[in-house]
Every structure is written in C-alpha cells, then in structure tokens.
C-alpha cells in the first residue's frame, strides 16, 4: 500500500508558524527545523562577539544582529537563523514585518557537535550564494579555532584558519578586528586546547 507524502509547506506558511511560535524554525525545502538549544559555551562566544561588535561599530554605518533576526537565502527558497550577522548601510528587510535581513555581508555560525558538518558544508554552500555576503565566520566552541571564508573579486571563496589565541578575526568587510581572546572569553576551554591548531 502506497504511503502519501508529507505535504511541504510554502514559504508564506512557513512565515507564519515561524512568525507564532516560540521556538524558531529554520526552513528548507518546505519543511521546518527547530533551532537547538544553546550550550554554556555557545552562548558565552555569541554575547562576545555581538558585544564587539556593537562597540566596534559605534559611528559606523555598520550593525550587528543575533539569532532572533533571519536571513533569506533567495536562490534556494530557504530561511536560517545565523549565530550572528552583520549588515552595512541601509538594511533591506523582507516583507512588512520587518523581521528577515536580505542584505547581510557576515554571517557567523558557532558550530557545535549535531551542526558542525551542515555549517561547513551545505550551509556554506547556501549561504555562498546570497549576493551582498563578503565573508562567513565559523566559531569552534570546544576549541580555539575560526575558520573564515571570503569572497574575493573573481567569486572565488579564501579560506582561513585562526587558531592562535594570541591572534585576531580581521572582518575585511566590515572594517574591525576582534581579538580571539576577546571572543573565547569566560568559556569553558581548557587551557591545552588553547593552543595553535594541528
């Protein structure tokens, strides 16, 4: 006996639940994914990185969002909830909401065990995509790493590893710098992992 498919929703019903609940939802080929819940570490990392950020883009042009804002990835039809984001200039929001960025240069992903391989693979893949993004940001929480991609003139994408906590995240795009001793600070990382990555 023939099974009948799960009907996919429409992005427009998608918004809406998404819209209503209480738990955010990512949403990708007309289904929905809960966001997880955050670890100690995770959470800590995301705080430090946004409190850089807003101090950095003081008399900037530039702003920084947390994971209550989403981004369309137009292409794909998809919608996610980056760690992080930042945007330059004027801000170009979806629909009357007001509530999903459409121009963001950053984007920041703190991984963790159940996401890492999604972040780095078809994540990167989507987000890769979206037209005004210039780099995407990579946080380990259980070690000192970053990986940093950027786009360069000719579309391709240059990938970076900074593992050094005596180092700094350079956001070319965004015109700052933030010490990774900044951004690991108050975690739960212990001290022999604080060292370069092999």
Known sequence: ????PARHLTVEEYLDI??????????HDGE??????????????????????RQRFANT?????????RVEIPSFKRYTYPDLMVSCGKLELG????????????????LSPSTAG?????????YQSIASLREYIL?????????????????????????????????DSAGCAVPLREIYANTEIAPSAAQSFR
Not at 61 to 69: I, K, V
Not at 118 to 126: S, T
């Open 1 to 4: 006996m023939a099974t009948i």
């Open 18 to 27: 998404d819209r209503s609940s209480e738990r955010p939802s990512e949403f």
């Open 32 to 53: 929905m994914f809960p966001i997880e819940a955050a670890a100690i570490n995770h959470g800590r990392i995301q705080g430090n990185v946004y409190a850089a950020m």
């Open 61 to 69: 042009d530039c702003e920084a969002f947390l994971s209550s804002l």
């Open 95 to 110: 629909d009357k909401h007001r509530d999903t960025l459409l121009n963001p240069i950053v984007l920041f992903e703190i």
């Open 118 to 126: 999604y972040d780095r693979g078809e994540k990167l893949f989507l």
């Open 139 to 171: 946080i380990s929480q259980d070690q000192v790493l970053i990986e940093r991609y950027r786009r360069q003139n000719d579309r391709q994408w240059l990938y970076e590893a900074i593992s050094s906590i005596d180092a700094e995240l350079t956001l």
